[in-house]
């Protein structure tokens, strides 16, 4: 079970299928913690996507003190940027292109946003039974750098394993780099 009704947002588990961790995406880290919290809020028994509230002050619970200044007008710019923000997942017929987000409702003076999961997404996000990771929604929340829960997320599939090898240019396809970003291999692996 990802998370029950009485749970803290320490207790939620993010588990997606394995082909979304794979997709090729850019989000910023509190776009990413926005869409960490609202799959840790998908239930395993959900047959379909509903709208999902989140509170900021559940995200503000996960970060240290110093990191909460202007949260508020982070997390209402990271949701609705995520409706422009598609990402690639590689299937088998072909590539699919999809945002995140196919709507967002922020309440002034609530500190909540609720968010829609594009419906494309549900074989990735809904009734997961086989090819799907999960882990704890805090381990990526603290996380500092776009790069490093992309490369958790990365590496948590392969937990089981022990390791995992990746071509330069694939792992540099799936953090979203662009040729001219981190040419030099001290700076790429720094």
């Known amino acids: 079970m990802r998370k029950n009704s009485t749970a803290s ?27 960490a919290m609202m799959v840790a809020a998908v239930s395993p028994d959900d047959e ?17 003190a110093e990191k909460q200044g202007g949260l508020y007008e982070r997390i209402e710019s990271a949701a609705t940027s995520l409706l422009e923000k598609p990402l690639r997942i590689d299937e088998e017929d072909g590539p699919l292109w999809v945002n995140w987000l196919s709507s967002v409702k922020y309440y002034d003076g609530e500190g909540t946003v609720t968010l829609s999961f594009d419906p494309h997404l ?13 882990y704890g929604l805090e381990n990526v929340v603290r ?4 790069y490093s829960v992309r490369i958790y997320e990365l590496l948590k599939q392969y937990e089981n394993l022990g390791k995992r090898t990746f071509d330069l240019p694939d792992l540099r396809g799936k953090l979203a780099l662009e040729d001219s970003e981190y040419k030099r291999w001290q700076d790429f692996r720094r």
């Not at 939620?12 to 850019?26: D, K, M, P, W, Y």
């Not at 509170?55 to 970060?63: I, P, Q, R, Y």
């Not at 549900?122 to 999960?134: D, G, N, V, W």
């Not at 996380?143 to 776009?146: C, F, G």
Request: some cysteine; proline content about 7%; charged content about 25%.
């Open 9 to 35: 947002p320490h207790e939620h588990l993010v588990t997606q299928a394995n082909r979304l961790i794979e997709s090729r995406h850019c989000l910023s880290v509190t776009e990413q913690r926005v869409v």
């Open 122 to 134: 549900k074989p990735y996000l809904l009734q997961l039974k086989e090819r799907f990771t999960s």
């Open 143 to 146: 996380l500092q750098s776009r």
């Open 48 to 64: 379909d996507f509903k709208p999902y509230s989140l509170k900021v002050s559940d995200l503000l619970n996960l970060l240290p």
